[in-house]
């Protein structure tokens, strides 16, 4: 079981990311893809949720209205789009499976760094 996230890096308030999380290993039809993240010195927060079948998605209110998540099960990736990117969005961000969106994470791969630096 692989899920390994990337596309994150350096970027100014008001730009965006976006970020991918590969999956290999599993059928990635039958699960839930959570993204969260984690700042130094802070507790992780979930982001974002897409469900199995992409058809019900969440959000925190932190990010609510500037991120998007999707997914393109044929390609094994969920996306996760970040706009209006702002400076307390610094952090690494993990992709994780769960059975829904409901449900804790059962697997998290490496994480992405995103840093938003004026």
């Known amino acids: 079981v692989q899920l390994q996230a990337s596309g994150g890096g350096l970027v100014q308030p008001g730009g965006s990311l976006r970020l991918s999380c590969a999956a290999s290993?599993?059928?990635?039809?039958?699960?839930?893809i959570h993204w969260f993240r984690q700042a130094p010195g802070k507790e992780r927060e979930g982001v974002s949720c897409v469900s199995s079948s992409g058809d019900s998605t969440s959000y925190a209110d932190s990010v609510k209205g500037r991120f998007t998540i999707s997914r393109d099960n044929a390609k094994n990736t969920v996306y996760l789009q970040m706009n209006s990117l702002k400076p307390e969005d610094t952090a690494v961000y993990y992709c994780a499976r769960a059975w829904r969106c409901s449900a804790q994470y059962d697997y998290w791969g490496p994480g992405t760094q995103v840093t938003v630096f004026s």
């Open positions: 290993g599993f059928t990635l039809d039958y699960y839930a």
